[in-house]
Structures are given as structure tokens and as C-alpha cells.
């Protein structure tokens, strides 16, 4: 069953702006994961942040953690056309051997 | 390209039938990873296998069963296939435990059945 849960849905922007996506999730876990999905194609690893950290950077991103309120955030700053796509946060499960994805926030940055 | 590789890319098949997708892990890495996405249900997982044993499962119908191989290949056979099975289906790959490390994705396999 799903854990994680995006907000929002789904997100427009403009070329430039920054744009944030939320997570929450229900059940304690070791680390939270977020990855990005080009239409159709295969989920890209993009960020892993682990129980103990509160924030993490990876060039324009940004993550948050905030296991009191069981919540993440990602920034994507100075967005561009090309981050045009879905993300998804990731949990793991209790057993630690399977990730539990929520339904994803749709980005589209336009020109 | 991450390095995981999915056969076949598009299968169109119809109601009742049996077919069989096929994943190759990244070079090195023992455990494999199923998921099914589809826009009602969202990305589901559906079982996990390390090192040839099955270690996880998720929402893996009973029509549905995988096995890895001694090279670490790994195989989805789909059975009885029904309208609501179409859908992406994603294999994954990881070194170990997932809690642990990134997955990588494969390209998917487009299942339609008609």
C-alpha cells in the first residue's frame, strides 16, 4: 500500500521560479527518497535523505525532513523547461526491502 | 540510461492470456525489484527478490509470479490476464536492501490487454 502522499497534485510554473513539493507519510521510517518520471519512461533516482538528517542539497534541489510531523519537501530552484515531469517521494517499508511510493506531484515549467 | 533493461517494451495482448517480462538488474546489483503503474492505482509494488530468493512482497495478485535467476535476471509472468492489468510495469534494481540505497529503474514494459 502506498505511504508516501504528494502535494500538490499537480504544479505550474514558470521557467525561472521555484517550485515545491510535498510529501507525507504515515508509518516511522529510516530514509525517504524522491524521484522524478519523464512521461512514460522509468523513475530516476534523484535525492535520499535518512531519518537523522533534516535538509540535504543536490545542485538545484533541496530536501527537507521533518519526522516529527512525518513530512519532506523538495525545491527545485530556478526551475527549467526540462524539469517538466512527474515526482514522487518514496518511503520504505517496514521490512526495509521495498519502497512505498505515493501518487506523485506533476511539474510543469513552461517557457 | 540507468542500466537496468526491460523486455519487451510494448505487449498487446488480450483477456485470458499468459506473458512474460523480462528484466536484467545493473551490473552488481543482487536485488530486483517489481512494480505495476497505472493512473488509478499509481505506482504499486509488487514483489522483490535478492540474490535469487524472494524477500518482499506487495500487492502481487495471485495470477501474477516472478522467479530471478542464478545470473540475476529476473522474470514477471503475468496469467488469466484481464483489462485492468494494463498498465506499466517497472523493474528496479538496487545492490541491497532498498532502504538503503537508490533504485534504478528500468524503461517499464507497456502492457495493454485487450
Known amino acids: 500500500s502506498q505511504q508516501g502522499e504528494e502535494d500538490p497534485q499537480a504544479l505550474s510554473i514558470q521557467e525561472g521560479e521555484n517550485a515545491t513539493m510535498n510529501c507525507s507519510y504515515k508509518?516511522?521510517?529510516?530514509?525517504l527518497q524522491w524521484y522524478r518520471q519523464n512521461s512514460g519512461r522509468g523513475l530516476v533516482h534523484l535525492i535520499l535523505?535518512?531519518?537523522?538528517?533534516r535538509e540535504k542539497h543536490s545542485g538545484r534541489l533541496r530536501v527537507t525532513l521533518d519526522t516529527s510531523k512525518k513530512s519532506s519537501s523538495l525545491l527545485i530552484t530556478a526551475s527549467r523547461a526540462a524539469d517538466t515531469a512527474s515526482y514522487f517521494c518514496a518511503t520504505d517499508s517496514n521490512s526495509g526491502y521495498a519502497l512505498n511510493f505515493g501518487k506523485g506531484t506533476s511539474l510543469l515549467v513552461t517557457p | 540510461d540507468s542500466g537496468v533493461t526491460q523486455t519487451p517494451k510494448h505487449l498487446i495482448t488480450a483477456t485470458g492470456q499468459r506473458v512474460t517480462l523480462r528484466c536484467s538488474p545493473r551490473?552488481?546489483?543482487?536485488?530486483v525489484y517489481w512494480y505495476q503503474q497505472s493512473l488509478d492505482q499509481g505506482l504499486q509494488f509488487l514483489i522483490q527478490y535478492y540474490n535469487g530468493e524472494e524477500r518482499a512482497k506487495g500487492n502481487i495478485l495471485e495470477r501474477f509470479s516472478a522467479q530471478q535467476f542464478p545470473d540475476l535476471h529476473s522474470e514477471l509472468n503475468l496469467s488469466s490476464l484481464e483489462l485492468g492489468d494494463s498498465a506499466l510495469y517497472f523493474c528496479a534494481s538496487s545492490p541491497l536492501r532498498a532502504s538503503l540505497y537508490e533504485q534504478y529503474f528500468g524503461p517499464g514494459t507497456r502492457l495493454t490487454v485487450t
Open positions: 508509518t516511522s521510517i529510516n530514509n
Open positions: 551490473s552488481g546489483d543482487l536485488s
Open positions: 535523505i535518512r531519518s537523522n538528517e
